[in-house]
Nanobody
Framework: QVQLVESGGGLVQAGGSLRLSCAAS????????MGWFRQAPGKEREFVAT????????YYGHSVKGRFSISRDNAKNTVYLQMNSLKPEDTAVYYC???????????????????WGQGTQVTVSS
């Protein structure tokens, strides 16, 4: 069973940076895509970024492209989301997600992912 535990959320001023971590366990993740999503109050869950564990190819949502960066550490079984130039509209609960897939089609929808973490709050003040 896949377990995902997020950490690193908090309060930051606009223009600042945060790095979120997602510690993954329970499987060998070489055949997995790992993703980050976020959900603000009253809004639908939004795709942020995906990384293919094997090879490290990445894909980003339009609203974060150029500011956020997803990466993984094979030795630590951990996925990171480096968030720079943060804006108040980035305020949300951020979720880590995982899905086992050998497809070259990058998963970007919530329904594409089968395992989820509990989420970590990110608040950006203006």
């Amino acid at each position: 069973q896949v377990q995902l535990v997020e950490s690193g959320g908090g309060l930051v001023q606009a223009g600042g940076s945060l790095r979120l971590s997602c510690a993954a366990s329970g499987r060998t993740f070489s055949s997995y895509y790992m993703g980050w999503f976020r959900q603000a109050p009253g809004k639908e869950r939004e795709f942020v970024a995906t990384i293919r564990w094997s090879g490290g190819s990445t894909y980003y949502g339009h609203s974060v492209k150029g500011r956020f960066s997803i990466s993984r550490d094979n030795a630590k079984n951990t996925v990171y989301l480096q968030m720079n130039s943060l804006k108040p509209e980035d305020t949300a609960v951020y979720y880590c997600a995982a899905v086992r897939s050998l497809s070259v089609v990058v998963p970007t929808r919530s329904a594409d992912f089968s395992s989820w973490g509990q989420g970590t709050q990110v608040t950006v003040s203006s």
